[in-house]
Every structure is written in C-alpha cells, then in structure tokens.
C-alpha cells in the first residue's frame, strides 16, 4: 500500500489503475453478470464460458472436490491429478510402513502398475449447476414455517432424484445467501483414485506447523493421484482392469514465471465463510469462542509437544493430530489479531447503522426489516454461555482426548446395539477391530493421560456449574486429582488394549452392559447426557432462530445493495476468485516480497529442527545449481502470495494466469490475513501458492519422475 506522504498522488493512481486485491467468492455461472468486465481490465484474456460452460469443455471440468475437503486439478489426458501434500496426506500415511516410509522419504511410482489405490478417497467434478429457487421454493407462499419447511424438503428431493438421473450422478441442492437462494449441484464421482507421487515430508511439509500460515514460505505442498476409470471412460468403482480416465479438459502448466501485478484466478472448493454476521457475532467470536478455543488447545498441544521432542515414537504416533490441532489453533490466533486490528466490530456497527438508516426512509422495508437487528442484540445476548459451554464440550469432550474418543465410539454402539439388524451387528464386529488397531497404533497412554488431566481439569472449573452434572462434580472435587486420573485409566478397559479386543471380539449386548461400569465409559457418558440435556436443545434452537434471522438479514442487504455485486458465503461449492501476484506489508516498517526461492530453504536449513531439516539431495541440487527448465539465471522460485480470496478447502486449487494456463497450486493464507472467513482486507489478506515450478523440479529433480512431466503438457 502507498505510504500516507504521498497519499493524493495515491489516490489518484489508485483511481486510475485497475481493482487490486478482491473480494469474494464467486459462482461461477455468474460471472458474466459481475465481474467479467473487472477481470478483464485486471488482465485475464479468456471469457466467462472458457470458466464454466455445459456446451464444451471449460476448466471446470478438470477441477476436483478431492475427498471431502480439499480440492484438485487435472493436468494430463490420462487424468494426472494434482493436489497438496497436505490434502493427499493420509493417503500416503496409510500406505506408509516401517520399511516403506512415503511420508519421510517421499514416493514416486514408476509404472501405472505400481500406482497405489485408496478405497477412502474419492473426487467429484461438477457436471452442472443451476439456480432452482423457484422450483425449491414452489408451494410455500402463506404457509406456516413448519409446512414451508416440508414443502422445501420434499422440492429438494425431486429435484435431487431427477438429477441423479437413477445413480449416474450424485446431486446436491444447497442454499445460499442463508436460503435466499438455492442451486442445485450434480456431480460425477469417481472412486478409482491413485497415489502417484509424493515428495518427502521434509519437502511437502517442509517448515512444518511453525511456517503454517506464514509468510515467507517455503513448502512443497502437493502430491500426484490418478484418476482410474471404467473402459469406457465411465467412473468406476475400483478393479485392476480399470483405465487412466481420459477428462474433457486438463490444465496446461506455464513455466514462464510470475510477475508481480499478473492476474491470478484460484477455482476451487472453498469450504465456509461468514461474511454477513452481525457485530454480536463477531464480538462472541473474537471475545469468547476464539480465545476459549485457543486456551484449551494451547494446554493440549504443549503436553504433545513435550512428549513428541522427548520420544520419536511419539512423534510419529501424534504427528497427524498434533498438526490438526494445531492447524485451527494457530489459524484463530491470527483471526483474533486481524479482526481487532480491522476494528471488526465497529465496522460491522456500522453497517448496521446503515441498514438500519435504509429501513427509516420507508416504511414497508422497516416492516419486513426493522426486526432484524434488535433481534440478535438479544439471541446473541442469550447463546453467549451455550457457545461457550458447546465450545468446551466439543473441544474437550468430543476431540479433546483419546480416551474419550475411544469410549465415544463405543458407546454410540452400546446406545443403539439392540436396534441394528445382525447383519449390520456383523458388519461394526468386523470393522472394530481395524479400529482398534488404527486407535492404539496413534495412542500413547502416558500422553494422552496428561491430555486428559489437564483438560478434564479446565472442564471443571470453566463450566457454569449448571452445565456439569452432579457425579462429576463430586468426582473431581477429590484431593490429589493426578492420582485418581492415573487409577481411572489403569482401571478403564478403554486403556487396556488386550481387554478392549477381547470385548470386542464377540460382541454382544452381555458384553456391552459391562461397560456401563468403567469408570471413563461412565465419566463420558455423564457429561455427554448432561451436555444433551442441559445445553443443546437451547443450544440448537438458538442457532435456528439466529439462522432465521440471518435469512432475513441477508435478504435485506441484498435488497439494499440491488444491482451490487454480492457473494454468497463459502459452502464446499465450485466457485472463482481472482485477484492478482502481490505482496503486502504485514505490519508498519516492513514490506513482503510477493515470492520466495530455494535460497530461502538453505538459510532455514537446520539438521537439528524436525521440520527444517532440508533433504540432502536438495542441498546438493542446490549447490550444483541444478534446477533445469524450472529455474532460471541461477534462480529457483519456490512460493508466491496472490490477493485471491480463499479459504479452507481452497487447499490444492489450481492457480491460473490470465490465459487459464496453472502457473500454482493454492495451499494457504498468510498470517495477517486469516480473519477473511469472516471479514477481508485488500491490503493483508493473501493467498500462499506453491509455485508450479519448484513443483516440477522436485518431480524431475529430487523425485527423479520426469516421465509424469513428460505427459503434461509445458509452456516455456
Ligand atoms: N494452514 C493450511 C490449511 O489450513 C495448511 C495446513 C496443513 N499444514 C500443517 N502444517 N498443519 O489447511
Ligand atoms: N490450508 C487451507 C486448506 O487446507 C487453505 C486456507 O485455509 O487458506 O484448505
């Protein structure tokens, strides 16, 4: 951003020059409507239908929603699919063994015979889309909500029963704009996906969770997987005779290089925003839930960490949660920052302020309206104790420990044993013992023991007590609490792997009935009853009332700003953002360049640190300056920032320059600018890409697989 001194020369640049940093999220069958024109002055030289298009082939049909929250594009015609480390992750964890070990040392199939299928993973391209409010909506007018409400239901399921045309697709109805509106998604499936490549942990998380949403960066995010499909070119469930699925359209990849200023468009599957909360909202967020949040992840992830530096085993079992944990915590610690720093609150007091002027100049609007504002001052006023004690419960109870994960699952079958068929009682026997395995594989009790004392701990004495029960709090008004968690799990079968398989191995209701005395199954139980009694059910019909609301709210903004561009928040839906390669100043006095290079990577490198511990092929690459094609006068670019608003599930986006060539692949956001989910700032909010570069010559370089180059398709 231009400094204050030379503020009118500026502002009048500023007025000449393109938009900069953008906004929003859009659908992409509504481009032409909005924001064609604005990409084009930012440079983008192709049209809306080379974006999205049901009469030829158009990028998106080589963008995926790749397993369930990330995404991915192809970038081959034998259906080569790139992604991020991160979201290919339990892939190769899963196919990591002692002796092969692809997370450490990377993985690179060398024949599509030794590519390696997931049974877990599937990926979905979207076939159409289509605004079907009226046809949703049909039928409601002068109903009570409880009959709209069937009425929308019943819409819904026709409409989703049409397009699956009898199974071929897999077909969504979703509201936006809190159900203003609606849009039907029909989506072809394929569950025949691959792994082909990975690069060594030490590349592809490289920096670990402390670079995690930092700016510079230095990560080689991605992985490879290839879609698999029926001889005729149909999705397929897996089987050996498959083939490579031959897509209507992949990307080709540009290496010229970026330049700061070039248009950048990211199309993926960002997951959830909440862009139009009110300030009430905001404040519980940024006030209560955030901080509440934090402080219970703070306690659990510095037992784990403790216990990881100590023992590599530990390390290895926890990695994966520690970095879950750590990935939102570290994520509402920035949002917090941004959203004070942006005075959120005040500025979201102001739109209302707004608002609420519109409604005064006319008298129909403030009766269709005028109940809006004062109507959160007050639901907001009542759910601030509910959200907390739900943040706890989740954050604790729920996610918070092994063990009661653990109990969780087995009390749900205790809870619903006598009413499942055999066959299905069959079916959970059979499945509880790779449960079991996968549960104690991940499971230190020492660890997870401190986890529990620690949190068990803030549980009690955070909690409105009218939210704990009677036996709990009797429980943990003993002396001497470290002693009785250390007799709680030396007696709870839950901590006693050969005791757990031998209940589970003929399970049955006798069998079930016994844990009905272990002292953690009853500890879970009692908080879980009491939670579902005491809190949720207001709770929930809080947050129905608050979703009502926002309807309206919603509905009346759009009506305010008619003729406006609005977006609809994020909701896992295919949609475009586009923006351009820029830095930004993260705080007064410094400025960030908008790339990074490999030079960066040796100035981190340190044997000592677990996440930069730089691979010494790398390190040789790097002194013999071999970087190929990829680099350029003695330079390797590695990451670059862009001002396209994304968020979680934008991870693995393509990034396309302004001939729809990928030039990236998105994987996070910087800092400074995490408080986009709920409000952005042009001048901080960036999106962090891998460089499709350092992607390639990891590939070629450091994997040695320049034959997966050689089926793309490269303009130099
Ligand atoms: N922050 C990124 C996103 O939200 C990347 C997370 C994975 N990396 C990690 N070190 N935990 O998903
Ligand atoms: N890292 C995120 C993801 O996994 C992306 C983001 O939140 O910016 O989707």
């Known amino acids: 951003m231009l400094r204050k001194n030379i503020l009118l020369v500026g502002f009048i640049l500023i007025a000449l020059l393109p938009a900069f940093a953008k906004e ?4 992409p069958t509504l481009l032409n409507k909005y924001n064609i024109e604005e990409m084009k002055q930012m440079g983008f030289r192709l049209s809306a239908e ?7 082939a158009s990028m998106k049909d080589a963008v995926a929603l790749f397993g369930t929250g990330c995404t991915g594009e192809l970038i ?20 990591s063994t002692l002796e092969h070990d692809y997370l450490t040392n990377g993985f690179w199939a060398k024949t599509r015979q030794e590519e390696l299928p997931n049974p877990e993973l599937s990926v979905r391209f979207l076939n159409r889309m289509e605004d079907v409010t009226t046809q949703v909506l049909a ?36 509201p936006l704009f809190y159900g203003n509106q609606y849009f039907l998604y029909v989506y072809e499936v394929f569950s025949d996906v691959r792994l082909v490549g990975a690069p060594p942990s030490s590349v592809g998380k490289f920096g670990g969770d402390t670079d995690n949403w930092m700016w510079p960066r230095h990560t080689g995010d991605f992985s490879y997987f290839r879609i698999y499909a029926s001889r005729d070119n149909q999705p397929a469930k897996y089987s050996p005779d498959n083939v490579p699925y031959k897509p209507k359209k992949f990307f080709k990849i540009s290496i010229k290089g970026i330049q700061p200023n070039d248009f950048t468009l990211v199309f993926g599957y960002p997951g959830r925003t909440q862009e139009y909360l009110p300030s009430q909202a905001i404040q519980q967020i940024m006030e209560q839930g955030d901080p509440d949040k934090i402080k219970i992840r703070d306690i659990k992830l510095g037992i784990l960490a403790a216990d990881m530096d100590k023992d590599l085993k530990v390390r290895i079992q926890y990695a994966s949660k520690y970095a879950n944990t750590s990935n939102a915590w570290k994520k509402w ?21 707004e608002f609420k002027n519109w409604l005064e100049a006319n008298a129909d609007r403030k009766k269709r309206y005028g109940e809006v504002l004062p109507a959160f001052e007050k639901l907001y006023a009542q759910l601030a104790p509910l959200t907390k004690a739900n943040d706890y419960y989740s954050e604790i109870v729920l996610r918070g420990t092994d063990i009661f994960n653990i109990a969780a699952f087995f009390e749900v079958i205790d809870a619903r044993w006598s009413s499942f068929s055999s066959a299905d009682q069959q079916k959970i026997q059979s499945s509880i013992r790779s449960k079991l395995d996968e549960y104690f ?26 939210f704990l029960p009677e036996d709990f709090k009797i429980l943990m008004s003993k002396t001497s609490k470290e002693d009785l968690i250390a007799k709680i799990y030396r007696k709870s079968i839950f901590a006693n792997r050969a005791k757990l398989e031998q209940l589970a191995s003929g399970l049955n209701a006798k069998k079930l009935k016994t844990l009905s005395q272990d002292p953690i199954f009853k500890i879970f139980r009692s908080l879980k009853k009491h939670f579902e009694s005491t809190v949720e059910p207001t709770f929930n019909s809080l947050q129905k009332q608050i979703d009502a609301t926002m309807k309206t709210y919603t509905a009346g903004i759009m009506e305010m700003k008619q003729g406006l561009a609005l977006w609809p928040d994020a909701n ?12 930004y100043e993260p705080m007064d006095g410094a400025t960030y360049d908008y790339y990074t290079t490999i030079e960066g990577i040796m100035q981190k490198d340190n044997p000592a640190i677990y996440d930069y511990n730089v691979p010494q092929a790398l390190r040789d690459l790097y002194h013999k300056k071999d970087y190929g094609r990829y680099g350029k006068n003695g330079q390797l670019n590695v990451c670059f920032t862009a001002s396209n608003h994304t968020t979680g599930g934008n991870s693995g986006s393509p990034v396309i320059d302004a001939n729809g060539n990928l030039i990236g692949v998105n994987f996070d956001r910087c800092w400074e600018g995490t408080m986009s989910d709920l409000m952005f700032d042009p001048d901080r909010c960036r999106n962090i890409v891998l460089d499709i570069r350092y992607a390639l010559f990891i590939t070629d370089k450091l994997g040695g697989a320049g034959y997966l180059i050689d089926e793309m398709k490269i303009e130099e």
């Not at 109903?143 to 077909?171: C, F, M």
Request: glycine residues 8%; charged residues 25%.
């Open 76 to 95: 081959s015609g034998d259906g080569l699919l790139i992604t991020n480390h991160h979201c290919g992750f339990d892939a190769i964890q899963n196919h």
């Open 441 to 466: 594989n991940e499971y230190n009790q020492s660890t997870d023991e401190k986890v529990f004392a620690a949190l068990i701990r803030m549980y009690a004495n955070d909690m409105r007590p009218e």
């Open 333 to 353: 610690q920035g949002e917090v920052k941004g959203l004070r720093r942006l005075n959120a609150v005040e500025a979201k007091q102001k739109s209302e302020y």
């Open 24 to 27: 929003g999220m859009w659908i």
């Open 50 to 56: 080379d974006i999205y298009s049901v009469n030829k």
């Open 572 to 583: 896992k839906t295919l949609r475009v953002a586009y923006g351009k390669v820029e830095g």
């Open 139 to 174: 039928g409601i007018e002068n109903q009570p909500k409880d009959s709209a409400t069937v009425i929308i239901n019943r819409n819904t399921k026709k409409l989703i029963a049409n397009a699956s045309e009898k199974g071929r697709y897999e077909a969504a109805v979703q």
